[in-house]
């Protein structure tokens, strides 16, 4: 099945342009009208329409039907237009289910001809493990494709707060490129605790969690395999970043080491990790901040002096340290200085 591939350039701005793609089924005679009815929706013009493949992400079958793509370690800019997560996607015999769709419509649509590389089954589903835009701002795609989305009962109301500001960071940080086509998408489906979904001889478990990483984060347990994605509750080689409640993190991943699972993806770095080894340095970090957190709030530090002081040693473990860990430590200081 071939998928209709689209060069659009935004209507007020003619020269900023990028070649995107819709899900087929695409027909010659009908792609340009259907290209110029999306894009013309979107405050986009076209100059030229096709039918063809998209540009494939690269995944790794990290187990049997399970496809992994290790995004940068890096915040989002024009060189990796949004591609800073681990996502990706479970194959089933009669469906498909992406696991986060990416950091913008170019990603979406990469994961999606990843898919497509893979299989011509149908794409059910299109789980997002929580609200961040990394994970989230490339889900147009597999809506069009079909899917449902589904999501933590809490993301909607996140997501929908942070829409305007989502959108415009990525047209800052990844490019009007990358960006262009991007849209926020709420899902169809909310999971209030957890929700199974069959894709056909095999069976994925998905599983609300109480505020941790963010107040939505959701897993996915893929039965078949074993195979435990964690979305942003585990973070490999990035920093650990706290949106959401230091303590409920450091709560969910005790509650979560428990689980027999053979691997974990994790949110960022991976594409897999031992589990729960694989979660021990997400933790450790965390425990480091409330400890030392704490120790600063007795002290009777100021939120400032705590910033310079807490967890500096920690440096050299993590990537985007220096962009992340000041925020960390804030975000800490404001829930511990109440205790
Ligand atoms: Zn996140």
Known sequence: ???????????????????????????????????????????????????????????????????????????????????????????????????????SRAIGEALYAAVRETTDLPIGWLVITHMHPDHSLGASVFSEAGAATLAHAKLPAALEARTETYLDTLVREAGPEAALGTEVVLPSETVPERRSLDLGGRELLLEA???????????????ATGTLWTGD??????????????????????????REAERAVPGHGGPVLD????????HDYLA?????????????????DAATT?????????????VFHPRNVTATFRELEWE
């Open 1 to 103: 099945m071939l998928d209709l591939i689209l060069e659009a350039c935004l209507a007020d701005r003619p020269e900023i342009c990028a070649t995107r793609l819709l899900p087929g089924p695409c027909t010659e005679a009908e792609a340009e009208a259907r290209a110029r009815g999306w894009a013309e929706a979107r405050g986009l013009s076209v100059t030229a329409a096709r039918c063809g493949r998209g540009e494939a992400l690269a995944v790794e079958e990290v187990a049997p039907g399970v496809f992994v793509h290790n995004g940068a370690q890096a915040l989002a800019d024009s060189g990796n237009r949004g591609d800073i997560a681990t996502i990706g996607f479970v194959v089933g015999e009669e469906s498909v289910a992406v696991i986060d769709a990416g950091g």
């Open 209 to 223: 969690h109480p505020t941790a990483h963010t107040d939505n984060d959701l897993t996915v347990f893929d039965t």
């Open 233 to 258: 509750l585990v973070f490999d080689g990035h920093l650990p970043t706290v949106d959401g409640s230091v303590l409920g993190w450091l709560d969910v991943l005790e509650q979560l080491a428990g």
């Open 275 to 282: 589990w729960p080894e694989g979660a021990a340095a997400t």
């Open 288 to 304: 480091r901040l409330v400890e030392e957190t704490r120790a600063a709030v007795a002290r009777g530090d100021s939120l400032s």
């Open 310 to 322: 807490v967890g500096q040693d920690l440096a050299g473990d993590w990537a985007l340290f220096d």
